[in-house]
């Protein structure tokens, strides 16, 4: 099943590359899986093209086959859940940090004390990078959001289900003599230093997008590791920055957040695959983890 697995991540990223860092996995690993699965079949999967590797019409069949038996697979799960008397087993969660911070800690505490039996193991995740693990059953349900992730990329192999909605801001320094306007345009940080969390590769361009689009190009004195280091040099004076409104749940000295005109909003999905949505588990993690948002939500 492994094997097979690669030969899907291979059809789903594009590269050997690219699948290998979605499997966690070297592209000499990645090779040498599918030379054994051609080998097992007795068929040609993949072929030369250009600098890259394409799939055959044979590897194309069999990665649809895949899908399909790992979506019947899901379904046997789903309904075996069902038939025990409680909730159990192991949930894993992709979450992106903000949301995790905020929302994620609060709702796996609450599952541990209603569900003593089930399992949560969550792993912090960049959107995008939470659906690949998704489509490649790295992970059972992936939170991400609407502005650093493509949801509608592969909308035919995993359902969404809204969580809520958040709101951006500008950061700035206390004493920054913008801090006392009621609201911001884009434009109006063209000749500040910028702070953007260097973890947070989609979010850091779409910020980067949002500038070009205003007209300039962000000027980065700060390439930070985590939210800490950015929320630091806000602070101390060097910088400015943009975060989600999860980000001001906690008090940040030192640091105000000034809303952007027009405002940016982003939505915050839950994505599972369409073969778990009977799930047991799944549909207890979406209650908790939607009534956990609503009530962060509605603190803002």
Known sequence: MNRLLT????????????????????????SQQLAQLERDLDTRLTERRGRGVALTPAGEALVRHTERIMGVLDEAKAELAQLRSDIAGELRVASF????????????????????????????????EGLTALGAWHTDVAIIDDLAADPGGRHDAYDLLPVGQDVLHVLLPSDHPLATRASLRVVDLRDAAWALDS??????????????RAGFE???NAHCSGFGMVAAMVASGCSISLASGLRLIKPLPGVTAVRLRPEIQRRILL????????????????NALQDSAARVLLRK
Do not use: N, W
Not at 199 to 212: E, M, P, Q
Not at 271 to 286: D, I, L, S
């Open 7 to 30: 030969l899907r991540a291979l059809a789903t990223c594009g590269t050997m590359a690219a699948a290998a860092q979605s499997l966690h996995l070297t592209p000499s690993a990645i």
């Open 218 to 220: 962000p000027r980065i």
């Open 271 to 286: 994505a599972y695959r369409k073969g778990e949505r009977q799930h047991p588990a799944v549909q207890a993690f979406v």
């Open 199 to 212: 973890t947070s590769s989609s979010f850091g361009a779409f910020i980067a997008g949002l500038c070009r």
């Open 97 to 128: 940090p903000s949301i995790a911070v905020a929302v994620l800690a609060d709702t796996v505490r609450e599952l541990q004390d209603s569900h003593p039996h089930l399992r949560i193991v969550v792993q912090e995740m960049e959107p995008q």
